[in-house]
């Protein structure tokens, strides 16, 4: 079955749309009773599916993470059922909507770890969300979890697997770098939780490291749209470079304030490391000009894998909205989570947790969006490609890449 996916529109019964799939795909597989099936000779009848459980953000304020990292995850998966799927058996997708709210995440990746019984569990966006759901999934839930965000780093939890991006491979190469094309002075407006503050902390001392200064250094409720003040001390203290980490919806009212208090006008460098495409939608192009951002991946990198694996996601879902597969929402650490666990289930021959994550502590990738990534044994975390871009009239371009960086976190 290349796409079963259950979530709580569905309710654990097949879609329509989904039974005419998999029926076309597998070539006459019969349904029985709440999505077990009867599986063609090619695939392994006694072992049955193997389970992959997504928990991520569709609606509220992180939706425009959640949605890209639910498609990805999808595509990935339907990929791996095309070719084979994985031990002779194929892949289900278990969806759950965590709704940018721990508490319903709580509810929802219960249900997937303790009835669904799934195999693998990937998703999450901010860090509050990772540690809301990280107990009940590594923890009593027994599962293997793998995290896809960019986040602070300092997560070195056995069987928690984390595929994005760490401050020292965002912040190494771009703060020097900012401190070159924007200048010494710094800002960082934030909000106020864990990802900002120990981010903070690594960028503060590039910073310093690099002779710059950090002026000044706030925290601000995540719903806060108000930042009058704030953008007032920027402007009377100099700032050169506001390293940016507010986040929805606070983030396009301080954009905007920030633009029409003439912080750019004046010669002012914007900064955001999980900026990506998605992100610049947030703002005008003016509002925006000259903002630098570090991720793993952009749109117009020179990469054929890259370049083919947007064209597959923009094929199905370019007519639905204006949702980008990017890097700052996640999506790539999504692919990269999902390929690099086939790895290491293929290598294991086995799908339990133990066996799957003696493999994943050191499976690699050759291809995957923005170049090849492996996971460096003992750290949990992977080594990939990072790009430094500035946005210019709305769009990306990218000016330095650094190869395979290292994450810098639990060794």
Known sequence: MSDVIKNDQTKGQLTRRSLLQ??????????????????????????????????TDLT???????????RIAKLSIDQINANGGILGRPLEMYLEDTAS?????????????????????????????????????????????????????????????????????????????????GGKRFALPSANYVWPHVLNEYARKS???????VVLEEYYPLDQVEYGATVKRIM????????????????????????????LKRGGRLSCVYYDENALNFNTPQEMEGLASCLDYFQNIDDPFSAELQAAYQKKH?????????????????????????????EAGAVDRDSVAAAMDHAKIANGPGGPSEMLPGTYHCQMNMYIAVAKGGKYEIVSKADQVHPKECG
Not at 31 to 46: C, D, I, M, Q, Y
Not at 60 to 70: E, L, M, T, V
Not at 325 to 343: D, H, I, N, P
Request: hydrophobic share 40%.
């Open 318 to 346: 370019a007519h639905k909205d204006k949702v980008l597969f990017s890097a700052g929402s996640g999506s790539t650490g999504m692919y990269r989570g999902v390929k690099l666990w086939e790895a290491a289930v293929k």
């Open 101 to 181: 709210n721990e508490q319903i995440a709580v509810g929802v990746v219960r249900k997937l770890v303790q009835r669904d019984r799934v195999d693998v569990v990937l998703g999450g966006i901010t860090s509050s969300m990772r540690n809301a759901i990280k107990g009940i999934i590594v923890g009593r839930g027994r599962t293997l979890y793998i995290y896809p965000q960019l986040y602070e780093g300092r997560e070195c939890t056995p069987y928690l697997f984390n595929t994005g991006p760490t401050p020292a491979q965002q912040c190494d190469k771009l703060i020097p770098w900012l401190i070159a094309n």
């Open 236 to 263: 009377d203290e100099k700032i050169d470079v506001v390293f940016n980490t507010v986040i929805p919806p606070g983030l396009g009212p301080f954009i905007k304030q920030l633009y029409e208090a003439g912080f």
């Open 22 to 55: 998999s029926a076309m795909w597998m070539s006459g597989a019969v349904a029985t009773g709440l999505g077990s099936w009867v599986f063609p000779a090619k695939w392994s009848h006694a072992a049955g599916p193997i389970k992959v459980g997504i928990a």
């Open 60 to 70: 509220g304020a992180i939706s425009f993470g959640g949605i890209p990292c639910s």
């Open 207 to 213: 910073i310093e490291d690099n002779g710059g200064e």
